[in-house]
Every structure is written in C-alpha cells, then in structure tokens.
C-alpha cells in the first residue's frame, strides 16, 4: 500500500472523530435551553424566551424522557404565549 492510502486510512477517522465531539459539545441539552430560556424571560426577552422553552420541549420529547418536567415547561410556554399577546 501506498503512503498516502495509509496517511488517509489515519487522518480520516481522526477528523470524524474531531467533528463528531465538537458536534457533541456544542449541542445543548434540555435543562440548559431551559435555563437559558428562564433567563431571558427575566430579562424581558420573551420571544427569545418562548424559542428556548419551545427547543427543550422537543429536546424532551425526542429523548422521551423526564414527563413531569417536559409539562412544567409546556404551562410556561402557554403562560409566555398569553403574555406576549
């Protein structure tokens, strides 16, 4: 085998390995769309806020996990809707 077959057969799994965990990393998780969403809700940014909620419902609902805390987020974002119209 060539040289360069075994240089690819190397740097190939190492770049998809990079790229995997900084997708990984950057991806937020529920709680943290949450948080974020909390925050700016007291900041008064209440369309960024209702994104937020609106993004770790479907991160809960995807996962299929946690119920309780998937409908505590669900009122909020009935409570942000009837406040923002």
């Known amino acids: 085998m060539s040289s360069f077959l075994y240089l690819l057969l190397i740097v190939f799994p190492v770049i998809l390995g990079v790229l ?3 997708f ?3 991806k937020k998780s529920h709680t943290e769309l949450y ?3 909390v925050r700016n809700e007291n900041d008064g940014r209440y369309n960024l806020a209702l994104h937020n909620y609106e993004d770790a419902l479907s991160e809960i609902r995807k996962h299929n996990i ?3 805390f998937g409908e505590k987020i669900a009122q909020r974002i009935k409570i942000l809707r009837t406040t923002i119209d």
Request: hydrophobic letters at 40%; zero cysteines.
């Open 24 to 26: 990984l990393l950057n």
């Open 20 to 22: 995997l965990v900084l």
């Open 35 to 37: 948080s974020e969403g």
């Open 66 to 68: 946690n119920n309780k």
